[in-house]
């Protein structure tokens, strides 16, 4: 799993020089791809684009919810079940206890789970809006991630207001087991519901979204987004290597891919995401917002 860990680390953005002592550290940013240094504070301000190649850094589920929602609304990030908190019911241990790794996940995502929802406005638009945390347990979704999810759906439903996800997940989340391989099945029955009252529900992939995540939520959208060079599937390259024993096509599981074969509506810059879901929800609900 060191490409989970690698993930992780990239999200966090904490790479800095230590060689100057009167440097904050945190305050650059060294580009994966074009290895320009960038400026923490503009690279933010940019929604962690590069402004050198165009390169998709990972971005904490809050700040990319921050920059998606109409800035004026006043909203209050993870207003749908703040406080819920994943429980070992298994007494689940491997290495360390899970309540441990509960408890570590939280210390370095500042989160209480994986997933993060707000009621808010797409440019006047009421809309529902989640996002996986990708740093809390790279983003596996266990129960509280099943809840939040379908309670925003359950929103959604009622408010009669779109949809919008962002996924970014390993997968079902291992230390839960059936309890958390059950969250498949409740995210996409609460899809379903969406789709039977004709609310729309978007979903966007990043980089990465695998596992049981892909399996549902991340792949029932009306419309199928992704962002550039996001690594989609359900396992993992080397996996599928090492099963069929064949070495896989350049680009494989990359968006770009993806979208040729037809598993994606689109791949969209996060730049332009704003407006082109506001376009797209214009044509689903057949209304037009100022």
Request: charged share 25%.
């Amino acid at each position: 799993m060191s490409w989970l860990k690698k993930v992780v680390k990239t999200i966090r953005l904490n790479e800095s020089s230590k060689e100057d002592n009167n440097i904050p550290e945190g305050l650059w940013y060294k580009c994966v791809a074009c290895e320009a240094t960038l400026y923490r504070v503009e690279l933010d301000k940019n929604q962690c684009v590069c402004p050198k190649c165009g390169e998709h850094i990972a971005i904490l589920a809050r700040k990319r919810i921050e920059h998606f929602l109409d800035n004026e609304d006043g909203y209050r990030l993870d207003e749908i079940l703040p406080k819920a908190f994943s429980v070992d019911v298994l007494n689940f241990k491997d290495k360390k206890a899970y309540p441990s790794r509960l408890n570590e996940a939280h210390y370095v995502s500042n989160e209480l789970d994986a997933f993060v929802a707000a009621k808010g406005k797409l440019k006047g638009r009421n809309v529902v809006v989640g996002a996986f945390e990708f740093t809390f347990m790279g983003g596996s979704m266990g129960s509280v991630v099943g809840e939040k999810f379908v309670t925003a759906a359950e929103i959604a439903l009622e408010k009669k207001s779109p949809m919008i996800c962002f996924s970014a997940s390993g997968g079902a989340r291992m230390q839960e087991s059936l309890f958390s391989l059950m969250q498949m099945a409740r995210t996409s029955a609460a899809i379903g519901r969406l789709k039977k009252d004709c609310i729309p529900f978007i979903s966007v992939l990043t980089n990465p979204t695998f596992g049981g995540v892909t399996a549902s939520l991340a792949m029932l959208g009306d419309i199928n987004i992704a962002e550039p060079k996001a690594l989609i599937g359900f396992a993992g390259p080397r996996v599928i290597e090492q099963t069929v024993k064949q070495t896989l096509p350049k680009g494989f599981q990359r968006s770009e891919f993806l979208q040729e074969h037809g598993t994606i509506d689109m791949i969209c810059s996060r730049l332009e995401m704003r407006d082109k879901i506001d376009s797209i929800l214009s044509i689903l609900t057949k209304k037009s917002y100022a």
